[in-house]
């Protein structure tokens, strides 16, 4: 969260900068208008120092800005108090208090009590304040010439109305765009709170399977004890019937027995237990197979065009995650599934089609939610919940469209740069 509000005020310290310059270039403009216009004669080298000290001051935030430092409520309080200093010599130079652009303290405050903390808000209304009495008293009174022929008067009225349309034009500006930094800093606060409930259910999730997996790991071995039994029995061994039926269960049951130890594998993190080095294209081209053995799809489209082999280290989490996007397609299009493997720069993308009806727009709409699916059961649209949060974690992507020839397009981003400790190579992996 303290990221996100330093990032929030180098933005509005960049909108004060873009604030400074106007100021600069407004009093450039309105002292060359009343000297030279208007005939009053001004201190222009003083007024020219102030306004040199505003160029170097932006300078430095210029500086500032492009060190990534970060920013916090102090320093926009001290570049908003050095503006308040500036703005209090030119008015000094420039009549005190009876020159009308003395309203412009009103611009400061205002945006200083968007920008700052209640304290240095009320510190910043309490130095304009201040300003504002002293120069009352303490000023260089304006040699304005008899013979202008200027009313005083009308002169002091026009000066009031530009001032006022100066002040609420650049307040409608930076309070429009500093309004819309703080909203986004608050979507993306919203972002990373709805990111933190996600992940805390995805915990909940694997504590309550690595639960069931162990629960199940007593009836399974209890199952696996009795066929082992029976088909030592001559009774059961002497049917050939039955012992085709009994091979079968145990064949079902060791399944289920790797299942629930790839549970309790890939319970913890996502780069956590059960690693193991190997490439990109062995790894994509075993887990291919190993779903087509398991699932028998009627028909699969495998199309690996990733290139230079690139080593890397899996775990179970990531083939589970594969596996549920696979899953998905073949539920959605029995008849066929096309996988695509390729390399996208430092990223290698997977691309799974299918020729079902595609996803309704609210699937897409809410893509990655929890029990978002169109499946109508209990526990619908976990899978793919899953699979966005863990490439998630791996600093990866998940997209979804429909096709439309029909059908539809899952593919899962990820840099290689994350699933390996060494680094991305291109080098030819040994052997």
């Known amino acids: 969260m303290t990221t996100i509000r330093d990032t929030t005020d180098q933005k509005n310290l960049a909108l004060l900068i873009q604030l400074r310059w106007l100021a600069v270039i407004g009093q450039v403009i309105t002292i060359l208008f009343v000297d030279l216009a208007l005939g009053i004669p001004l201190p222009l080298f003083e007024m020219a120092v102030v306004i040199g000290f505003l160029v170097a001051l932006n300078v430095v935030g210029l500086v500032r800005l492009r060190s ?44 200083g009590g968007v920008l700052l903390e209640a304290w240095s808000t009320w510190t910043l209304l309490a130095a304009t304040s201040a300003c504002f009495v002293g120069l009352a008293t303490f000023n260089r009174p304006l040699p304005i010439p008899v013979q202008s022929g200027t009313d005083l008067a009308d002169l002091h009225v026009q000066g009031t109305f530009i001032c006022f349309v100066l002040a609420a034009i650049l307040l409608v500006f930076f309070v429009t765009r500093i309004n819309r930094n703080l909203r986004a800093r608050d979507a993306h606060l919203a972002s990373l709170r709805q990111q933190s409930a996600e992940e805390d259910h995805i915990v909940r999730m694997g504590l309550l399977a690595s639960g069931a997996a162990h629960e199940l790991g007593t009836p399974l071995a209890t199952l696996s004890v009795i066929l082992s039994d029976w088909q030592r029995m001559a009774m059961f061994r002497e049917d050939e019937e039955i012992a085709a039926e009994l091979t079968e269960m145990r064949g079902q049951l060791d399944r289920c027995k790797t299942i629930v130890t790839g549970i309790l594998m890939s319970s913890g993190e996502v780069r956590g237990e059960g690693t193991r080095r190997t490439s990109v294209i062995s790894f ?26 690139v080593s890397i280290v899996s775990d179970n989490a990531l083939k589970q995650v594969v596996f549920n996007i696979f899953d998905n397609a073949l539920e959605a299009s029995p008849n066929w599934v096309g996988i695509a493997l390729e390399r996208r720069g430092d990223r290698l993308t997977l691309s799974v089609t299918d020729a079902g009806p595609g996803f309704g727009k609210d699937i897409l709409d809410q893509l990655g939610k929890p029990y978002n699916s169109s499946k109508n059961r209990p526990g619908g649209g976990l899978g793919l919940f899953l699979v966005v949060n863990v490439a ?15 059908g539809a397009l899952v593919e899962l981003t990820l840099p290689m740069a994350t699933l390996s400790p060494e680094g991305v190579t291109d080098a030819p992996l040994p052997g």
């Open 284 to 309: 994509f081209n075993e887990l291919v197979e190993e779903w087509r053995a398991s699932r028998s799809p009627a028909r699969l489209d495998y199309n690996n065009t990733f290139g230079t082999d």
């Open 68 to 111: 990534q430092g970060l920013v916090g409520n102090t320093e926009l309080f001290l570049e908003l108090m050095l503006d308040v200093a500036a703005l209090t010599v030119q008015l000094y130079l420039s009549g005190g208090a009876s020159n009308p652009f003395i309203y412009l303290y009103l611009l400061q405050v205002i945006i």
């Open 392 to 406: 998630r974690k791996l600093g990866g992507t998940v997209t979804a469209k429909n096709l439309l020839n029909g």
